[in-house]
């Protein structure tokens, strides 16, 4: 929201106060409660809102010192949240890009490198890959070169 709509809403919520009215609009708004059961409105609503804007995921604390980690599900999705070495957060889908198994099982914990229980491709906690076994067994004709699991 820009400074202007915020200060715009702000004097309206005074005049509002002024006017002992708790009502933005001149009219009261109906709709059918159905939409509170309709899987597709909210399905739109996860789309538009929770999926569309950043989330506050935990507070900076949560992850107390370097290789801090914490797992949780935001907005539908399972998340890894960590913090590297160098005591940045970092926030990525706790799935691994080999073939899309859970990363990481427990709920919290502390350590610099995550392994994945299916064939072990193994990623920083800054989510870069830093290793898949038997690389050379591996089809060649893709490119492991890649940014991680984010
Ligand atoms: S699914 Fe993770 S290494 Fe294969």
């Not at 702000?10 to 059961?37: H, K, N, Q, R």
């Not at 859970?102 to 064939?119: I, M, N, Q, T």
């Not at 830093?130 to 070169?145: C, D, I, K, M």
Request: proline share 5%; hydrophobic share 40%.
């Amino acid at each position: 929201m820009d400074r202007q709509t915020e200060l715009g809403l702000l004097g309206e919520l005074l005049g509002l106060e002024g006017e002992t009215s708790a009502f933005l609009a001149p009219t009261v708004t109906t709709f059918d409660v159905s939409i509170y059961e309709d899987p597709a409105h909210f399905a739109r609503e996860r789309r538009a809102i929770l999926r569309a804007f950043p989330q506050i995921a935990l507070h900076a604390r949560e992850l107390p010192e370097a290789g801090s980690f914490r797992v949780m599900d935001i907005a539908w999705l399972p998340v890894l949240l960590t913090r590297d070495r160098e005591g940045e957060v970092h926030a990525m889908l706790n799935v691994c890009r080999h073939r899309g198994a859970r990363l990481v099982d427990a709920a919290e914990g502390c350590k610099h490198s995550f392994s994945c229980p299916y064939h072990a491709w193994s990623y920083g906690s800054d989510g870069t890959l830093r290793g898949v076994p038997h690389q050379n067994l591996v089809s060649t004709s893709r490119q492991w070169a890649c940014s991680g699991y984010r």
